[in-house]
């Protein structure tokens, strides 16, 4: 996997993430446990990698984003 398709990823999971989570402040509605409840290791599983995403993006952030890093565009 190359580092554009990694940094859609990790970014495209954390926009669930997220997004779940305002779902549950304003409708008290998890959409991951909605779709995954009944397999808790599948759900387990996404907010894992959601987790990580995050992890990975907050530590690239500054290669990525035309905002924040050095070079100019």
């Known amino acids: 996997m190359n580092n554009k398709t990694l940094h859609l990823v990790?970014?495209?999971l954390v926009v669930v993430g997220a997004l779940n989570w305002g779902l549950v402040a304003l409708l008290d509605l998890?959409?991951?446990n909605a779709l995954f409840g009944s397999w808790?290791?599948?759900e387990k599983l996404v907010y894992l990698l959601v987790g990580v995403s995050a992890v990975y993006d907050f530590a690239g952030h500054m290669k990525y984003c035309k905002y924040c890093s050095?070079?100019?565009s």
Do not use: Q
Request: no cysteine; net charge positive.
């Open 40 to 42: 808790p290791m599948v």
């Open 70 to 72: 050095d070079k100019k």
């Open 30 to 32: 998890n959409l991951v």
């Open 10 to 12: 990790t970014y495209t």
